[in-house]
């Protein structure tokens, strides 16, 4: 627009300048009295007189187009700001509209890990109420089956919190990617089977009618993680067990679905009777912290973590957990897995410990800072006939294995977490003490600390190997006599 203007301005200009200099020009040639000259002239004179108030108007009109031009931008301004501050709403109201969604979302989270704190809270309670009662009962009691009884008890409520304890370890490594798979070949066939065994006692005592399917299983050997394999079938069974009322069934079927490039799919259905779930229950039955329904919790029990780490574990083997379910009816879960598998697997050698192994003549050195701990496993260890010591933390176990003759020690049982010295420093400053026998002794972690980073840190140290708490002796068993020679 500017630029337009000062064209027309200098157009004029021109033409105005030009008029006046052939005006000088011709007036000069005029006094040769020439008619024709005279005419033109007058003709340029009339031509400058008209571009006087050409430029006088377009100066005045230049005016008011300025105050246009003026006018306009502030118009444009104006409008554009009424647009920015149009768009600002707008954004601002995205940002609080997504901000009361967050909101909604943390709130519902916090009142769901609310309500999952107050139920482990519940679930950690209930065993440890029974078993701190069972013992008072035995206690006071002098009647051997009324003890026997409380001992078994006391077991499976031991067993539970175990179990809920180890719920809440798995789902934190899940949720830190820290769970690694320990991959190994086994018999589908001969697992399937000891997960019937292990449900009989349970079907019989409600009176359910239990069913195990294998169909065309034609590559049975096949790789995985059979313990978290056994943790997604357990899982599901014992949710089909508890909410199926007597009379009821439970049907757990196998099928191999296609074989090819040494690797097999296999689909697992977990069918029961029971009282089923609702469609709002079933769409959040797989989230973290929350249950079918609040009163699940009360009637049946649980943690509510089990079907999150079941569906993680599936994933994890290459699958995805399906639910299909009616309220009054029952379930049935189902996931396939993919996995390498192979016709039949080579029999490998029974490394079973039939009968407790013996130990005379060897000594043990057992390192851990609670005394009923050593406590524990000098009992429990005494029908090997193995010779013990005992040691408070790992500064004075060195100083034991330093003060004693060369090959006293055959084996030191070392806990991980101890005061003044840990059994990681302890194992260390023994390997590098320089004695003959420092290298030879065997050393085996006993301990609480049972992630996979702490398996490693203990083999890193020196050790020989690793058994998690609470203890299962018969695994002790086996390692003990792996690595050390029976008599």
Do not use: W
């Not at 118009?75 to 954004?91: C, P, Q, T, V």
């Not at 002098?142 to 809440?168: A, W, Y």
């Not at 409600?206 to 399917?213: A, P």
Request: charged share 25%.
């Amino acid at each position: 627009m500017i630029l337009k203007k000062r064209v027309i301005f200098f157009a004029i200009l021109t033409i105005f300048v030009v008029d006046i200099l052939l005006l000088i020009s011709v007036f000069f040639i005029s006094q040769l009295a020439n008619p024709y000259l005279l005419l033109i002239l007058v003709l340029l004179l009339a031509t400058s007189i008209t571009t006087l108030p050409i430029l006088f108007f377009y100066f005045n009109f230049n005016k008011d187009l300025n105050k246009i031009d003026k006018f306009l931008l502030l118009a444009s301004n104006g409008h554009l700001d009424h647009r920015i501050n149009e768009e600002k709403n707008s954004s601002f109201l995205e940002i609080e509209k997504n901000l009361n969604i967050m909101m909604e979302n943390l709130e519902k989270m916090s009142k769901s890990k609310n309500d999952f704190l107050s139920t482990m809270s519940h679930e950690i309670r209930t065993p440890m109420s029974a078993i701190t009662g069972m013992v008072q009962i035995a206690q006071n009691s002098k009647d051997i089956d009324k003890i026997s009884d409380c001992l078994i008890k006391i077991d499976e409520n031991s067993k539970h919190l175990l179990g809920v304890i180890n719920d809440i370890l798995d789902f934190s490594k899940l949720e830190s990617g820290k769970l690694i798979f320990d991959e190994q070949p086994f018999s589908l066939s001969e697992d399937l089977m000891f997960i019937k065994e292990m449900f009989q006692e349970k079907v019989k005592e409600k009176q359910l009618n239990f069913e195990l399917i294998i169909k065309n299983i034609k590559n049975d050997g096949i790789t995985t993680d059979s313990l978290r394999l056994n943790q997604v079938l357990i899982n599901l069974l014992s949710n089909a067990i508890k909410f199926t009322n007597s009379g009821g069934s439970v049907t757990l079927s196998v099928e191999e679905l296609v074989h090819m490039n040494g690797e097999s799919v296999y689909s697992f259905y977990i069918i029961d009777t029971g009282i089923g779930l609702s469609p709002d229950q079933s769409v959040k039955l797989f989230s973290p912290f929350v249950q079918a329904d609040s009163s699940t919790s009360r009637k049946y029990g649980g943690t509510g973590l089990g079907l999150v780490i079941a569906k993680n574990l599936v994933g994890k083997m290459g699958g995805d957990i399906e639910l299909d379910s009616k309220l009054g009816e029952g379930s049935t879960f189902s996931f396939t897995i993919k996995v390498p598998a192979v016709p039949k697997l080579e029999k490998k050698e029974n490394n079973e410990i039939e009968s407790t192994p013996n130990f005379k003549g060897k000594r043990l050195l057992i390192v851990d800072d609670i005394e009923i701990n050593r406590t524990i496993v000098l009992e429990l260890l005494k029908e090997t006939e193995i010779t013990m010591e005992t040691a408070e933390n790992g500064q004075i176990a060195l100083d034991m294995f330093l003060k004693s003759p060369l090959n006293y020690y055959d084996l030191i049982l070392m806990d991980m977490q101890m005061p003044i010295m840990d059994g990681c420093e302890a194992t260390q400053n023994i390997r590098a003490s320089g004695r003959n026998d420092a290298k030879s002794i065997i050393i085996i972690a006993v301990t609480a600390n049972v992630m996979k980073d702490d398996t490693k840190k203990v083999l890193d140290s020196g050790m020989n190997g690793h058994i998690g708490k609470p203890i299962d002796f018969n695994e002790m068993y086996k390692t003990m006599a792996r690595l050390l020679p029976r008599k």
